[in-house]
C-alpha cells in the first residue's frame, strides 16, 4: 500500500535513540527499519537485547495505533533472541496484526539484519 517509509519519531524515546521510519504493507500488515549505530552496542559489540525489544515494541505498536486510529500500550511482549547484528547494519521489522477485539490488538512480529533474523516476537496491545 504506502510505497514508502516515513520517519514516525518526531518525539520521545524512540527519537532519543536513531528514530524509526515505518511503511504499510497491507491493512494488517506494516514494516519498519532504523540504521545501528555505536551507541546501540553492548558490550560484545553486537546490538544491545534491551534495544532490540524496544524497536520490535515502538514498530508493532504503531502498527497497533494505525490499526485502531487512536493509542494503544503493550501489555504483553514476549521475544526471542536468535541472532545478532552490529553497528551501521540496517534492521528491518515486520509487524502482523494477528486478531483485533473491541479492546485488545494481537500481534507478531520479526527483525531482521542482512536477510538473517534478529529476532521474533509476540505481543498484545491494550486500546486505550
Given amino acids: 500500500m504506502t510505497k514508502e517509509f ?9 527519537l532519543h535513540n536513531g528514530g524509526l521510519d515505518f511503511k504499510k504493507i497491507s491493512d494488517d500488515e506494516y514494516e519498519y527499519k532504523t540504521t545501528l549505530k555505536d551507541f546501540h552496542m553492548n558490550a560484545a559489540g553486537v546490538t544491545h537485547g534491551g534495544y532490540i525489544m524496544s524497536v520490535l515494541d515502538s ?35 515486520y509487524a502482523k496484526i494477528k486478531r483485533k477485539t473491541r479492546s485488545l490488538i494481537f500481534m507478531q512480529g520479526e527483525l531482521k539484519s542482512n536477510g538473517k533474523t534478529l529476532a521474533t516476537s509476540e505481543g498484545i496491545w491494550k486500546i486505550l
Wanted: aromatic share 4%.
Fill in 6 to 14: 516515513k520517519n514516525i519519531s518526531k518525539v520521545g524515546f524512540m
Fill in 59 to 93: 514498530g508493532m505498536g504503531t502498527a497497533a495505533h494505525q490499526v485502531i486510529d487512536g493509542i494503544a500500550v503493550t501489555i504483553t511482549l514476549d521475544i526471542k533472541f536468535i541472532s545478532g547484528s552490529k553497528a551501521g547494519e540496517e534492521i528491518i521489522g
